[in-house]
C-alpha cells in the first residue's frame, strides 16, 4: 500500500547535536511538508518542497534544514541552532489536483 | 490573512449521542476544506474534502461536513458518536498560492464517555 513512512518513531538528541529525521512517501506526490507539533498550537509549517532539487521556508524554518535529493524523499535535520527542538515533528505529501495532504505517523523528538 | 478556527477547544459526548464539531474560515476566494483526525501519538488522517458541487460532504468513518458559504463554516457531523472517534480533530483551509497552501485550525479534542 503506499504512503508515506516517518522513522524514527521516537528520538532522542542531547543538546548541542543535529538531528535527521527521515520522511519517505510511494505516492508519486510532487510536494512535501515538514509540520511541527506542539501542545495547544496545531501544526506549524517548517518546510516545504514541491519539486526535486527546489525547496522554500515555511514559518518556523530557523534552526531546521531540508534536502530534496529525490521525489520520494524529504528528510529534515534538526540543527543545535534550534532553541526549542523538542516537538512532535509530522511529514506531509500532496499531489498536484488538491488532494489534500496525506500524513505520516509523525516522530517524537526529545532533547536531553 | 487567511484562518481557520475552530471555537471548541474540548467536547465530550456520550457514546451514542450526536456530534458536531464547528469550525469558521477567512478566505478571499472558494476555499477548499478539510476536515483530518488525529489519534494520540499517530499522524494526521483526512476524514473529508470540500472543493465545489454538493455542500454536503460524506466522508470515512461515518462522518459528513456541510459547507455553508454565507456563514464562511465547514462544520463536521455524525449521528452516533463511537469511544474510537476519541480524538483530536483539525479543520483546514486550502488555496492556491504559489503551491499547495493548507492552514489547520487548532483542533477540538473530542472525548467520549461510555
Known amino acids: 500500500d503506499g504512503g508515506i513512512t516517518q522513522s524514527p518513531k521516537y528520538l532522542f538528541r542531547k543538546e548541542g547535536q543535529n538531528v535527521t529525521l527521515s520522511c519517505e512517501q510511494n505516492?508519486?506526490?510532487?510536494?512535501m511538508y515538514w509540520y511541527r507539533q506542539d501542545p495547544g498550537q496545531g501544526l506549524r509549517l517548517i518546510y516545504y518542497?514541491?519539486?526535486?532539487?527546489?525547496?522554500q521556508k515555511g514559518d518556523i524554518a530557523e534552526g531546521y534544514s531540508v534536502s530534496r535529493e529525490k521525489k520520494e524523499s524529504f528528510p529534515l535535520t534538526v540543527t543545535s541552532a534550534q532553541k526549542n527542538p523538542t516537538a512532535f515533528y509530522l511529514c506531509?505529501?500532496?499531489?498536484?489536483?488538491?488532494?489534500?495532504?496525506?500524513f505520516g505517523s509523525g516522530t517524537r523528538l526529545t532533547v536531553v | 490573512a487567511q484562518s481557520v478556527t475552530q471555537p471548541d477547544i474540548h467536547i465530550t459526548v456520550s457514546e451514542g449521542a450526536s456530534l458536531e464539531l464547528r469550525c469558521n474560515y477567512s478566505y478571499g476566494a472558494t476555499p477548499y476544506l478539510f476536515w483530518y483526525v488525529q489519534s494520540p501519538g499517530q499522524g494526521l488522517q483526512l476524514l473529508l474534502k470540500?472543493?465545489?458541487?454538493?455542500?454536503l460532504v460524506q466522508g470515512i468513518k461515518g462522518f459528513e461536513a456541510e459547507f455553508k458559504r454565507s456563514q464562511s463554516s465547514f462544520n463536521l457531523r455524525k449521528p452516533s458518536v463511537h469511544w474510537s472517534d476519541a480524538a483530536e480533530y483539525f479543520c483546514a483551509v486550502g488555496m492556491k498560492t504559489s503551491y499547495d497552501k493548507v492552514i489547520f485550525g487548532p483542533g477540538t479534542s473530542l472525548s467520549v464517555i461510555p
Open positions: 506531509a505529501s500532496s499531489p498536484r489536483d488538491r488532494g489534500g495532504y496525506t
Open positions: 518542497s514541491q519539486i526535486v532539487n527546489d525547496f
Open positions: 470540500y472543493f465545489s458541487g454538493d455542500t
Open positions: 505516492l508519486n506526490h510532487d510536494a
